[in-house]
């Protein structure tokens, strides 16, 4: 007993000790994405913004991979010292159900810090694919079973997740292709090799306003800002459709607590800045900044939430 608590108090010390002495070297925030999709953007966001209250360089590492499962796998394993980051995404809670086997466990394995945003997807269409309209994109996909495709950031991802829930929804055969991010997928759909994509609001937005790619709708239960124009799903005649993800930073379970408090409070403070908070919501995110607690039980209903459409939609890994 007395060599379990002097134990304990040794792990309490060094905790202390890091905290104290933190940062004292650059730290990293693992993307599990390439550059240029949604998480990147707000990963270098944050970064950019906490050097200077940190003392010390904040760089930017992008693992792309199995729908985000590379870079989480890596960063569980790191010491829990704070150095060592994940812009978090709604494809690790996803991953909790849909792989048989993870390396990893989303709450067991991080400490979560501060979830940063919420966004919506958009379902947008090339114009080679001849639809203007959600009944006109079904009705084509019911007339040519299996000759559409629809592209997202990967396996795992919630625009993966979304597709799923679009083709249980209508009943339509569509084929999922999955990339290595949403960005080349993205550069795909404006090239017209694929028809279709379901993906975040900020990487497609550029492009649906320029007029290379059609958005046919949203797959939020309300409109947003940003594309007032735009309808739900659920106004369409899917109803009670709702597809959202989120990011949010972690680090590595039993980083110390005195360590995850500081960079709570130094991020809730980048996304309180009125620049960075205008940056977002234009972009169409939904800015949140909550604290660890209120983060940690969001993550609890998020790997629920996806178990449940999982199991409903029959979404496999392709």
Same mark, same amino acid.
């Given at each position: 007993m007395l060599r379990i608590l002097l134990a304990a108090v040794a792990l309490l010390m060094t905790g202390l000790v890091l905290a104290q002495n933190y940062p004292n070297r650059q730290v990293r &925030?693992? *993307? =599990?994405?390439?550059? #240029?999709?949604?998480?990147? &953007? @707000? !990963?270098?966001? &944050? #970064? !950019? +913004? @906490?050097? %200077? =209250? @940190?003392?010390?360089? *904040?760089? *930017?590492?992008? +693992?792309?991979? !199995?729908?985000?499962? &590379?870079?989480?796998?890596? *960063? !569980?394993?790191?010491?829990?010292? %704070?150095?060592? @980051?994940?812009? #978090?995404t709604s494809s690790l809670a996803i991953s909790q159900s849909l792989y048989k086997k993870l390396s990893y466990d989303l709450i067991q394995d991080f400490a979560p810090i501060a979830q940063a945003v919420n966004y919506t997807n958009l379902l947008v269409v090339h114009p080679s694919a001849g639809v203007s309209s959600v009944a006109e994109l079904i009705a084509l996909a019911r007339a040519k079973p299996g000759a559409l495709s629809y592209g997202t950031a990967g396996n795992g991802t919630p625009p993966h997740m979304t597709g799923e829930l679009f083709k249980s929804y209508t009943g339509v055969n569509i084929l999922h292709i999955p990339y290595k991010g949403g960005a080349p997928a993205i550069v795909d759909l404006v090239a017209g090799q694929i028809p279709m994509m379901f993906d975040n609001v900020p990487p497609l937005l550029p492009h649906v306003r320029s007029g290379r790619i059609k958005a046919l709708a949203v797959t939020s239960l309300a409109r947003i800002q940003v594309l007032p124009d735009v309808p739900t799903l659920h106004e369409l005649g899917l109803k009670d459709f709702d597809a959202v993800g989120w990011n949010g930073l972690l680090a590595p379970a039993g980083t110390p607590r005195e360590i995850i408090n500081r960079l709570n409070s130094e991020v809730v403070r980048v996304l309180r800045i009125p620049e960075v908070r205008d940056q977002l919501t234009s972009q169409g995110a939904d800015v949140v900044g909550n604290s660890p607690e209120e983060f940690a039980a969001w993550i609890r209903v998020e790997v629920k939430k996806w178990a449940d459409v999982i199991r409903l939609s029959g979404a496999k890994v392709d």
């Open positions: &925030i693992v *993307v =599990p994405f390439p550059p #240029g999709g949604t998480s990147d &953007i @707000l !990963a270098r966001t &944050i #970064g !950019a +913004r @906490l050097a %200077g =209250p @940190l003392g010390q360089p *904040v760089v *930017v590492e992008n +693992r792309p991979g !199995a729908g985000g499962n &590379i870079a989480a796998d890596h *960063v !569980a394993k790191s010491p829990p010292d %704070g150095y060592t @980051l994940i812009m #978090g």
